[in-house]
């Protein structure tokens, strides 16, 4: 069974395993625990199949702006449509808080995110250069307008 919820502070190491497995700059146990606990901006979540975490989401919210801070799914729970569900999920969440527009920055030869993305509506609207510290990639920068994205 697949289900969305909140993360909680016991789905830290799972999450910090997702995210050290995904990312060739991970964050910190210590980070996720911020999130979770301090930072009233965030709203973190989990999909768990079958009651184990496959997918995480961080977002935060700045007024009316959401900006994915971090997605990943574990490699064991991959090609199964969970990183589409949770960012979805998510971003219709953060619509009935009243967020108008998301942003997100992706690598920019990170086409299989990008994919993701396009498909969701997010459009490419800049790019930040050398923007990745651990091998100078580019940023693309890409926005959804929430409030006209009628489907979501
Ligand atoms: C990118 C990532 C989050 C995708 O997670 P996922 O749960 O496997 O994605 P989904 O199953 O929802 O994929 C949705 C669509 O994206 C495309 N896609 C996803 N992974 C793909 C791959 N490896 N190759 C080609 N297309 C892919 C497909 O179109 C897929 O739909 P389909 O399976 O019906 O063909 C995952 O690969 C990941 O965690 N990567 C490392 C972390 C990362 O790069 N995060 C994004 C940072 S911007």
Redesign the pocket.
Known sequence: MIEMRRMTLEDVPAVVE?DQL??SLPWSERAFIHEIQDNPAARCWVMTRDGVV??MLILWIIVDEAH?A??????N??????????LIEALRAAREEGVLKAL????AR?V??Q???C?IGFEEVGRRPMYYRDNGEDAILMTLDLASAGWL
């Open positions: 997702i995904s990312f496959a997918s994915i971090t997605i990943a799914t574990h490699p729970h991959r090609r199964r449509g969970h990183a589409r569900k949770i997100l920055e992706v690598r990170h299989v995110a994919k993701i993305y498909d």
